[in-house]
């Protein structure tokens, strides 16, 4: 069950993630009063950039296991690292999701003051919670192959926001 588990957990993070990069992204950068279509688009964008970057991912975690001595071994080193790096992400996701779905659910007032102390300070500490949990997963890599691609995994993640940022909206500001 973990075995499966843990990789599907965090492409799943790593996915909601992108969409999210991508709605921060375009914040800001439009006047229109309804900007839902142009809230969408962003987040696909950033989703399809987070898929990319997953499936990139996958393939270098593809060919560190078929070029590994024993692969069994491989693909429990890369299960132990990304359950570390779940332990420092999961909290973080699972605080962040509760906040979006409050702020989804809840009238306007109490969604807002949900955005100002939830949404607005985890946005700011994101990166370093990515860092955090890349180090973490690399720390507990019996080899190198493993560690390199936790810190790979930890980077890809935090590229895939500047790279929408440049590639739509950077000349909108």
Known sequence: MVRVAVPALLASIAAVDGLL???????????????????????RR?????AA?????????????AAAPDPAARYADLTR????????????AAVTLASS?????????PATILILLGLGPLTVVRPWV?????????????????????????TGVLAVEPWVHRRWYAGLA
């Not at 279509?37 to 987040?43: C, D, F, L, Q």
């Open 21 to 43: 990069a991508g709605y921060r992204a375009a914040t800001g950068r439009n006047g229109r009063i309804r900007r839902r279509g142009y809230y969408v688009a962003a987040m």
């Open 81 to 92: 690292a990304g359950s570390a790096m779940l332990w420092v992400i999961g909290p973080f």
């Open 46 to 50: 950033g989703l399809a950039a987070g």
């Open 53 to 65: 970057v997953l499936g990139a991912l996958a393939l270098i975690r593809g060919a560190a296991l």
């Open 130 to 154: 990515t860092v955090a949990a890349g180090l973490a997963a690399a720390w507990t890599a019996r080899d190198l192959i493993t560690a390199g691609c936790a810190i790979l995994a930890a």
């Open 101 to 109: 779905v409050g702020y989804l659910v809840l009238p306007r007032r």
